[in-house]
């Protein structure tokens, strides 16, 4: 299930996502923050995302391809500083890869559609259905509200 170490999402062998883009167009697309962290695992500051403490119903998409991500439904408050969620909307959507950077051991969460680094997910989510918390970077997703 996980890669044995980090690597970057412009380090997989070709013809791993459906969505692939040479480096220099995911330069041309992204802005230099959301191409820090999509495309080189960095992180946003805490508590500073656009959808740490929103509330809106509807959908979180990969801002890298538009594959869609996390439901609104499985949004919760975990007081880290990042949007977190209790599941995915599917599991095939997401992709695990084994994160042992900055010392520490932790599960890197990627778009399985086009690699794109989202966050970290942690066994933390007490309280949860799942007892996991997906801490994603805001800048990592773009919300689609629900039609009324």
Known sequence: MFKSKHEGPG?????????????EQWREELSPAEYQVLRQAGTERAFVGEYTDTETVGVYRCKACDAELFRSETKFHSGCGWPSFYAPLAEDRVQYIEDNTLGMKRVEVRCSNCGSHLGHVFDDGYGTPTGQRYCINSIAMTLEPAQA
């Not at 997989?12 to 692939?20: C, F, I, N, S, W």
């Open 11 to 23: 380090d997989a062998p070709a013809g791993t996502y459906q969505v692939e883009k040479s480096e």
